[in-house]
C-alpha cells in the first residue's frame, strides 16, 4: 500500500474484524443446501460516521449562552411590563421593571461577552447588518434596546437618589427622553426575546431545526412568565397585579407552546428534550410553570405567596432555556438524530410527487 506525508494526519482507524465466510447451519439433513429450513438475519441498523465524527458540528456553546438566553427574556418581558406601567402611572412597577431590564440585558451581554472570549468580538458585531443572518439582526437588536432602557434606568435611578447626580444640563435632556427611551426598549422587547429561538432553530441542529416553528413562541411565552415573576417578587402585592396577569398568561402561553412543538417536532428529533439532563430540566420547567402560574392567581393576598411564585417561575423559564441548549448539543452526538428525520423528510417530499430538485431525484 502507497502512503503519503498526508497520511499522518489521518485518525487512526479501529481494526476490522477477521474476514472469511461463515458456515450456514440448517436445512433438512446434514448435506442440505436448498435453505428451506434457514432463518433470516437482519442485523439491527447501527448509524456510523467517518472517522466516529459528528455528522454535524456542535456549536461550541456552553452554560454563559444559557445564561444569556434567559437573561434576554427576562429583560425583553421586563421593558414590556415596564412600558405598561409607565402608561398606566404605577410607579413602583415601572421602577422595578426598568432596573430589572437593563440589569438582566446587561448581566445577559457579559455572558455573551464571556462565551466569545474577547470582548472586540462582541463589537465586531455591530460593524455591519446582514439582514439574513440572525445574529447579526439580534446583536442591533440587543443594542437598540439597551439604549431605551439604559436612558429610562438612569431617569429612575436619578429619582431614586432624589436628583443628586452631578448631571447638571444633561437632567433636562434625561427628563425629555425618558418617556421615548421607555417606548422605544418596549418596541424592541418582544424581538430580544424571540430572535434568540429564531437563532438556534436556523442552524442544522437536529433537534433545534425541528423546532423552528414554535420554538420563538416558547421564548416569548417563557420571557412572560419570568418577568411578571420577577416583578411580584421585586413589587408590592398592592401595584404588582399587571405582574401576577403577565405571569399566569406566559405561563400557560408557555405550557401550551411547549406542547404544540413537540408534537410538531420529528419524533426522534424530540427525543433529547425527554432524555438525560434536558429532559430532567425540561419536566421540571413544565411543574415549576404550572405551579408559579397557579400561585400567581392567589398572589394578590400574600407577599410570601407571591415571591415563591415569582421565584419559581425564574426558575421554570431558566430551565426551559437550557433544557433546550442541552437537548440541542446532546442531538450532534449521535448520528441517528440527523439521518432518520433526513430519510423521513426525504420520503415525504417524494410521496407528494417533489422529485425534480436538489433535495430528491425520481426513481
Do not use: C
Not at 10 to 32: F, I, L, N, Q, V
Not at 49 to 60: E, G, S
Not at 141 to 154: E, K, M, R, T
Not at 288 to 299: D, E, K, P, R, W
Amino acid at each position: 500500500m502507497t502512503l503519503s506525508e498526508f497520511d499522518s494526519y489521518r485518525p487512526p482507524e479501529k481494526p476490522r474484524r477477521s474476514g472469511g465466510r461463515r458456515k450456514r447451519r440448517g436445512g433438512r439433513g446434514a448435506g442440505a443446501t436448498d435453505g428451506s429450513r434457514e432463518m433470516a438475519m437482519v442485523p439491527e441498523v447501527e448509524f456510523a460516521t467517518y472517522y466516529d465524527r459528528p455528522i454535524v458540528k456542535p456549536p461550541p456553546w456552553e452554560a454563559p449562552i444559557g445564561i444569556y438566553l434567559f437573561l434576554g427574556g427576562v429583560a425583553g418581558g421586563s421593558s414590556l411590563l415596564a412600558a405598561g406601567a409607565q402608561f398606566s402611572g404605577n410607579a413602583k412597577l415601572r421602577r422595578n421593571s426598568r432596573l430589572a431590564a437593563i440589569a438582566a440585558a446587561g448581566a445577559g451581554a457579559v455572558s455573551l461577552i464571556v462565551d466569545l472570549g474577547r470582548p472586540e468580538r462582541f463589537l465586531n458585531m455591530f460593524r455591519t447588518l446582514k439582514v439574513t443572518s440572525p445574529m447579526s439582526v439580534g446583536s442591533w437588536i440587543l443594542g437598540a434596546f439597551s439604549a431605551g432602557a439604559g436612558v429610562a434606568a438612569a431617569a429612575e435611578f436619578d429619582r431614586m437618589t432624589k436628583r443628586r447626580l452631578p448631571l447638571g444640563p444633561l437632567r433636562r435632556l434625561l427628563d425629555l427622553a425618558e418617556q421615548p427611551a421607555g417606548v422605544v426598549s418596549a418596541v424592541f422587547a418582544a424581538p430580544l426575546a424571540a430572535y434568540t429561538g429564531v437563532l438556534l432553530s436556523n442552524t442544522a441542529n437536529p433537534t433545534w431545526n425541528a423546532a423552528k416553528e414554535d420554538l420563538s413562541f416558547v421564548f416569548v411565552s417563557s420571557a412572560s412568565l419570568a418577568a411578571g415573576g420577577l416583578g411580584m417578587v421585586t413589587t408590592p402585592v398592592a401595584d404588582a397585579k399587571p405582574a401576577r396577569v403577565l405571569a399566569v398568561a406566559g405561563s400557560a402561553a408557555e405550557l401550551a407552546a411547549s406542547e404544540l412543538m413537540e408534537r410538531r417536532m420529528d419524533p426522534v428529533a424530540a427525543e433529547p428534550l425527554h432524555r438525560g439532563s434536558a429532559g430532567a430540566m425540561h419536566r421540571w420547567s413544565k411543574r415549576l410553570a404550572a405551579v408559579g402560574g397557579v400561585g400567581a392567581v392567589f398572589a394578590g393576598r400574600s407577599r410570601t405567596v407571591a415571591v415563591v411564585s415569582g421565584v419559581a417561575l425564574l426558575a421554570a423559564s431558566a430551565l426551559t432555556r437550557f433544557a433546550v441548549l442541552e437537548a440541542g448539543l446532546h442531538s450532534t452526538k449521535d448520528p441517528r438524530y440527523v439521518i432518520e428525520p433526513q430519510k423521513r423528510r426525504l420520503e415525504a417530499r417524494r410521496r407528494a410527487g417533489i422529485v425534480d430538485d436538489s433535495i430528491t431525484t425520481a426513481e
